[in-house]
């Protein structure tokens, strides 16, 4: 008779994140497009597992997007008129993830907590600064970069869909020491707490 596993420990279920944004500010700025991919991985190894789940939308903003903004994302006013976002589908995912992950969390992050206030007590891990990058002799932090540093193709920069499956793939590269970076970035911190707390 096969030994039955702890899953509970040894997996993890998170949810990447991404938003499109009007400006900067979220005090002043709006999310127009929305993207989170709810994914399995093994908190042993690092490795991803599973999508379980997706989402992406669009939401028109009470204001026009400034143009400084569609020359980042390409997003114009016509894509988004009469959008809403999938509320209940956003929380359905975030609410099944026991952590949060954004490349520059700090920016997804303050827009996201606005429209989702509950969330903001979730466990949120950036996938740009949690990663020691330059000590592994990257010159620079930023999604694009990375990617193309590793031979990760992302058709379309700067929109929240390719922007989360590309950084998915990102993690899940491995580093020199033959662990994931989302081992790196998540695992290996988890498993410390769990240790501590038994």
Same mark, same amino acid.
């Given at each position: 008779?096969?030994?039955?596993?702890?899953?509970?420990?040894?997996?993890?279920?998170?949810?990447?994140?991404?938003?499109?944004?009007?400006?900067?500010?979220?005090?002043?700025?709006?999310?127009?497009?929305?993207?989170?991919?709810?994914?399995?991985?093994?908190?042993?190894?690092?490795?991803?597992?599973?999508?379980?789940?997706?989402?992406?939308?669009?939401? &028109?903003?009470?204001?026009?997007?400034?143009?400084?903004?569609?020359?980042?994302?390409?997003?114009?006013?016509?894509?988004?008129?009469?959008?809403?976002?999938?509320?209940?589908?956003?929380?359905?995912?975030?609410?099944?993830a026991d952590l949060l992950i954004a490349h520059n969390a700090?920016?997804?992050?303050?827009?996201?907590?606005?429209?989702?206030? &509950?969330?903001?007590c979730k466990p949120w891990f950036c996938s740009m600064r949690?990663?020691?990058?330059?000590?592994?002799?990257?010159?620079?932090?930023?999604?694009?970069?990375?990617?193309?540093?590793?031979?990760?193709?992302?058709?379309?920069?700067?929109?929240?869909?390719?922007?989360?499956?590309?950084?998915?793939?990102?993690?899940?590269?491995?580093?020199?020491?033959?662990?994931?970076?989302?081992?790196?970035?998540?695992?290996?911190?988890?498993?410390?707490?769990?240790?501590?707390?038994?």
């Amino acid at each position: 008779m096969q030994e039955q596993k702890d899953i509970s420990v040894t997996l993890g279920v998170a949810g990447f994140i991404d938003v499109e944004t009007t400006g900067l500010n979220p005090a002043n700025d709006e999310i127009i497009e929305f993207a989170v991919t709810l994914f399995s991985f093994n908190y042993e190894t690092g490795e991803v597992l599973e999508v379980l789940d997706e989402y992406v939308g669009m939401r &028109e903003p009470k204001k026009k997007i400034p143009r400084s903004a569609i020359k980042i994302h390409g997003i114009t006013n016509e894509e988004v008129l009469g959008k809403k976002l999938d509320k209940e589908h956003i929380l359905s995912i975030l609410s099944k993830a026991d952590l949060l992950i954004a490349h520059n969390a700090a920016f997804d992050r303050s827009f996201v907590v606005r429209l989702f206030p &509950e969330f903001n007590c979730k466990p949120w891990f950036c996938s740009m600064r949690g990663i020691n990058w330059g000590q592994k002799g990257f010159a620079y932090k930023s999604l694009p970069y990375l990617l193309k540093a590793h031979g990760i193709k992302n058709n379309r920069t700067h929109r929240a869909d390719s922007d989360v499956r590309a950084a998915i793939k990102l993690l899940s590269q491995y580093n020199k020491e033959n662990k994931t970076y989302l081992y790196e970035l998540v695992a290996s911190n988890i498993k410390q707490k769990v240790r501590v707390a038994r």
